[in-house]
C-alpha cells in the first residue's frame, strides 16, 4: 500500500495492535528501565556488548550500520567501555586507518552475566504459562522475526517431531495464507487441508506426521496415512519459503518412507502438480514415479494434477 494511500479500518487496527504489543512487551521484559536487567548498563549499552560478543573484532561502522545507530552515540559508548576494560582497539592488518574493535577478558566475563541475567528473566515469563502457551509465544516470535524481515533463525538446531496440541490448526493456516497465496489458489484448497488432517489421529500405528520446528518456529510439516492396507499416502508436505534450501523437504519424505516400510506397506502414493517443481524433484530423487497426470481446475486455476508412487517391495536378488 503506497505510504500517502488512505488507510482502511482493517489497517488501522493492524496498526494499533502492533503497537499495542510493542507497549506490552517493552513494559514486561523492563526496556523502559535505563537501567537494564539491574546492570547499570542502558540497554543499547547491553546491545552493543552482544554485538561484540558474536564477533571476534568488529569495526565501529559495522556495529552503527548493524544497529542502525548514530555514529557519534556509539563512538561515545565505545570510549566508556574502553575505559572500564571491557574493549580493546586494534589496527586492521589490511587498513591501519580502520580500529578492529573486540571484548577483552573482562568484557567477556560481563557479557556472560547480562546474558545469564537475560535469559532468565525471559525463563521466568515462560514458566508461568503451560506448555502449550510457550510454544505459541515462541512460534508468534518466529512469525514476527520471519515477516519482518529476519528470516528463518539460523542458530538453533533443527527439531523434527511428531505433532503436537495446536500444530494441526497451525499447518491447516499456513496452507491457506502463504501455501496457497504462492500458486493463487481459493479457500477450497485450506478446506481441503483441514478435511485431510481431520482424519489424522484415528489409524495408531498405521499412520504418522512429522513437524519441523527451529526456535521455536514451525517450518514445514508431512504425514504419512494408510489408503488401504498395503499402501500408504503421503500427505500434506509443505516446507515455509523461508526454510526452502536447507533440504528439509527431502528430510520429511525420508522419515515418510523409513516409517511406511517399518509399518508394512507395500508402497506410497502421493497427488501433486504438475508446476511444484520443487517437491516433484523431491519426489523423483526419492525414487517415486509418474504414473498418472490429468487436466484439472485445482482450487480455481488451471493445472495438470500428477500421481506419484514409490514400491516398497523388497528388490530381488
Not at 134 to 160: C, D, F, H
Not at 219 to 225: A, E
Request: charged share 25%; proline share 5%.
Amino acid at each position: 500500500m503506497p505510504v500517502d494511500a488512505p488507510e482502511s479500518p482493517a489497517f488501522q487496527a493492524r496498526v494499533e495492535a502492533l503497537r499495542r504489543f510493542n507497549r506490552l512487551y517493552t513494559r514486561r521484559i523492563g526496556l523502559l528501565q535505563s537501567n537494564h536487567l539491574d546492570s547499570g548498563f542502558s540497554l543499547t549499552e547491553a546491545r552493543l556488548l552482544y554485538e561484540l560478543s558474536q564477533r571476534v573484532t568488529i569495526t565501529a561502522s559495522t556495529l552503527c550500520e548493524s544497529l542502525s545507530l548514530d555514529q557519534g552515540y556509539v563512538s561515545r559508548i565505545l570510549k566508556r567501555f574502553q575505559k572500564q576494560g571491557l574493549i580493546q582497539r586494534r589496527a586492521s592488518p589490511a587498513d591501519g586507518r580502520v580500529q578492529s574493535i573486540g571484548l577483552t577478558a573482562k568484557g567477556k566475563k560481563l557479557y556472560a552475566g547480562l546474558d545469564a541475567k537475560a535469559h532468565a528473566s525471559v525463563a521466568a515469563l515462560l514458566r508461568g504459562k503451560p506448555e502449550g502457551e510457550q510454544r505459541l509465544l515462541a512460534e508468534a516470535a518466529g512469525t514476527l522475526e520471519r515477516l519482518l524481515g529476519a528470516g528463518v533463525p539460523e542458530a538453533a538446531p533443527l527439531l523434527i517431531r511428531p505433532p503436537q496440541p495446536g500444530d494441526l490448526g497451525w499447518i491447516v493456516h499456513r496452507h491457506g495464507a502463504a501455501i496457497a497465496k504462492e500458486f493463487g489458489w481459493d479457500t477450497r484448497f485450506e478446506a481441503v487441508i483441514a478435511e485431510i488432517l481431520g482424519q489424522y489421529g484415528r489409524h495408531p500405528g498405521r499412520e504418522q506426521g512429522w513437524v519441523a520446528e527451529r526456535g521455536g518456529t514451525i517450518l514445514g510439516s508431512v504425514f504419512l496415512m494408510p489408503e488401504d492396507e498395503s499402501t500408504a499416502r503421503l500427505r500434506v508436505l509443505y516446507v515455509e519459503p523461508a526454510a526452502r534450501g536447507l533440504g528439509l523437504g527431502k528430510k520429511l519424505v525420508d522419515l515418510c518412507i523409513a516409517f511406511a516400510r517399518q509399518a508394512g506397506y507395500a508402497r506410497i502414493v502421493l497427488w501433486t502438480h504438475e508446476f511444484q517443481k520443487a517437491a516433484r524433484n523431491i519426489y523423483q530423487g526419492a525414487g517415486f514415479r509418474l504414473v498418472e497426470q490429468a487436466e484439472s481446475n485445482s482450487f480455481g486455476v488451471p493445472a495438470v494434477s500428477e500421481t506419484w508412487e514409490l514400491d516398497l517391495k523388497p528388490q530381488s536378488r
